[in-house]
T-cell receptor, first 115, second 114 residues
Framework: AQSVTQLGSHVSVSEGALVLLRCNYSSSVPPYLFWYVQYPNQGLQLLLKYTSAATLVKGINGFEAEFKKSETSFHLTKPSAHMSDAAEYFCAVKGSNFGNEKLTFGTGTRLTIIP | DTGVSQDPRHKITKRGQNVTFRCDPISEHNRLYWYRQTLGQGPEFLTYFQNEAQLEKSRLLSDRFSAERPKGSFSTLEIQRTEQGDSAMYLC????????????FGQGTRLTVV
């Protein structure tokens, strides 16, 4: 079984400041981890994924995340926030074993950018 | 190919009516998923298909819900005798078979039951 905890349902940062969105996971098998972004009334867009290769993963729009097995974490960061980053962000996990196909999502973090 | 397509984008229906949603996946993707997202929550898994076979269903998928993918291409999700609690965004996603590939999501169908 898998689960995801996203600490902080709302995060506000100033434009140009560091963005840090936290995600901790639980998985009974080695996990695959994903960050998705959702704009209002839209579907989900993949930002980046970890699939057991490099632990530091770079994604689109300047985002990156680091897989830390010892901390069961996969936090999302961006060095400098832009107004267009305002959205809802979801961390998701699925097991890497065959047949474990469903994504389990966290409850999301709404990111607000302060001009 | 423009990605996963869902129709309609919005649906308002009266309680007790039946509704059907359609999803067209990315053409080469043989896996198709349905998720439900309620306000303030992350998406929750409902069911998935590999080609035309429905391989897993969530407990969330009550007897009033049925999904099909008759020719392994598009899929439909039908809700019978809708209830107010069915109001949500219904998201479709597709992927390749390989486990380490990501799911690509459609824009969703927002259902409002009045």
């Amino acid at each position: 079984a898998q689960s995801v905890t996203q600490l902080g349902s709302h995060v506000s940062v100033s434009e140009g400041a560091l963005v840090l969105l936290r995600c901790n996971y639980s998985s009974s098998v080695p996990p695959y981890l994903f960050w998705y972004v959702q704009y209002p009334n839209q579907g989900l867009q993949l930002l980046l994924k970890y699939t057991s290769a490099a632990t530091l993963v770079k994604g689109i729009n300047g985002f990156e995340a680091e897989f830390k097995k010892s901390e069961t974490s996969f936090h999302l960061t961006k060095p400098s926030a832009h107004m267009s980053d305002a959205a809802e962000y979801f961390c998701a996990v699925k097991g890497s074993n065959f047949g474990n196909e469903k994504l389990t999502f966290g409850t999301g973090t709404r990111l607000t950018i302060i001009p | 190919d423009t990605g996963v397509s869902q129709d309609p984008r919005h649906k308002i229906t009266k309680r007790g009516q039946n509704v059907t949603f359609r999803c067209d996946p990315i053409s080469e993707h043989n896996r198709l998923y349905w998720y439900r997202q309620t306000l303030g929550q992350g998406p929750e898994f409902l069911t998935y298909f590999q080609n035309e076979a429905q391989l897993e269903k969530s407990r969330l998928l009550s007897d009033r819900f049925s999904a099909e993918r008759p020719k392994g291409s598009f899929s439909t999700l039908e809700i019978q005798r809708t209830e107010q609690g069915d109001s949500a965004m219904y998201l479709c996603a597709s992927s390749l078979v390989e486990a380490n590939t990501e799911a690509f999501f459609g824009q969703g169908t927002r259902l409002t039951v009045v």
